[in-house]
């Protein structure tokens, strides 16, 4: 990514190799995003909501040989963005 002047907007971590920054804040880099498109946001505005309650499951058939239980847990996790211009899209 550059500017108008050519001049990289996103500078590559030489501490951290694949890694890169835009003006000091880090990248994630995303296939979903197409080629000279970035979001910027604040997630720190985003909400989360536990969408059921914590499921939790034990059984013992699986370990019945080496007399074990195995348990399990299920979390559905879901999130908004809670104020619109939190996140916005930067074209280049």
Do not use: H, W
Request: hydrophobic share 45%.
């Amino acid at each position: 990514m550059v500017d108008a002047n050519g001049k990289p907007i996103a500078v590559q971590d030489i501490a951290n190799a694949g890694r890169y920054s835009i003006l000091g804040y880090p990248v994630l880099i995303d296939d979903q995003v197409a080629a000279n498109e970035a979001f910027l946001g604040d997630y720190k505005q985003v909400v989360g909501n536990l969408a059921a309650d914590i499921q939790i499951a034990r059984s013992s058939e699986s370990g019945f040989l080496s007399n074990s239980v195995d348990f399990r847990g299920t979390a559905i996790f879901d999130c908004d963005v809670a104020q619109p211009t939190a996140i916005v899209k930067l074209n280049v």
